[in-house]
């Protein structure tokens, strides 16, 4: 069914590999022009449609940079309903300015998190809002070209790499594997934390990077869940309980791998990502699951499900929030933070 699935989709997409061949072709001649700003820009983003951990990721940077520098962060804002320049504050909503972005603002509410579509455009926006930013971090902006950054990150996953997937719609490409050689940086991402140095020494000679380009691998590392909405209740999950899972992110695999021998029984609702969840949604699984009072999902979710918080206490549902950050590991992962700051350092001098 897999091989049938490939030979329909391969004209669909050997004509959209093209198109996104061209287009990076055009940018890379300067034919069509990039902008470059006289502050650092660090980009973060991917090949592939989503599910890599770029968000957990941009938190990782801001907790690197945000002692040191004026961090701001700029995002397009993914399924919001509004449009334009936004800058992000803590009474916003996900309609407003989407989930992700309010999500970092309300963890990281000191630093300027703007969402725009054209980055282009935005950029000067923002520093006319915070003229003392020092540094901008892109979010999901490898494939937009128009801005020049002057570090470029892409992720990758360990389950999934580039250099097994396919362009879309055969696989979950945005452009061709060539696209990689813009990355500055390659961190293949959700790796097991025992990763060997010998499995990742095979991983960089599939990635085929160029001598230029420096390899990271980073695991994904869960913080004790915590309640939402219900005050008093313990952190952690209680082996003896039953959960719902409730997600709508790309790939909620690992998180319930990590949940499922942690406690009684588990059952995953799984959503596509960026879910506006409806009444109707929570109804389906308390009705299917009455016996469930313990409810999990993650920061990313919990943007989504704020509105419902006097119905989870209406129906004594606990509903528990579980952290997820990026952890680099090996041996050379401090080689990352030197790097950066090393960069940076040279920037400003």
Known sequence: MKYIRY???????????????????????????????????????????GGTGKTPFVELLIELLQ???????????????????????????????GDEPLMIKLKYPNILVSVGEERVIAIPKLLNEEPDTEIIILDDAFQHQ????????????????????????????????????????????????????????????????KENQKVFFSTISYGAPYPLYTQGLTFGLMEEESYVLL??????????????????????????????????DLLTIKNNYPYIKHWVTTEKDAIRLKEYAEWFDDHDIKLFCLPIKTKLILQNAHDFETFLKGYLEFYFI
């Open 146 to 209: 128009s801005v020049r950054p002057d570090i470029n990150i892409l992720l990758t996953t360990y389950d999934n790499p580039y250099y097994n997937d396919f362009i879309l719609p055969m696989g979950t490409l945005r452009e061709p594997v060539s696209g990689k050689e813009r990355a500055n940086i390659i961190v293949v991402t959700k790796c097991p934390e025992n990763l060997s140095e010998e499995e990742a020494t095979k991983i960089r000679k599939k990635l085929k990077v």
């Open 247 to 280: 997600t709508g992110i790309a790939n909620a695999d690992s998180i319930k791998q990590y949940i499922t021998p942690k406690v009684n029984e588990l059952v995953h609702y799984e959503f596509e990502d960026h879910h506006y969840f409806k009444l109707k």
């Open 7 to 49: 030979i329909l989709f391969a004209p669909f997409a050997a004509i959209y590999g093209f198109i996104m061949w061209i287009r990076s072709m055009l940018y890379r001649s300067q034919f069509i022009g990039s902008t470059h700003f006289d502050i650092p820009v660090i980009s973060v983003g991917n090949l592939s449609v």
């Open 67 to 97: 002692p040191i520098y004026n961090v701001a962060v700029l995002s397009r804002g993914y399924k919001r309903k509004t449009t334009g320049f936004l800058e992000v504050a803590t009474h916003h909503t996900v309609e407003d300015v």
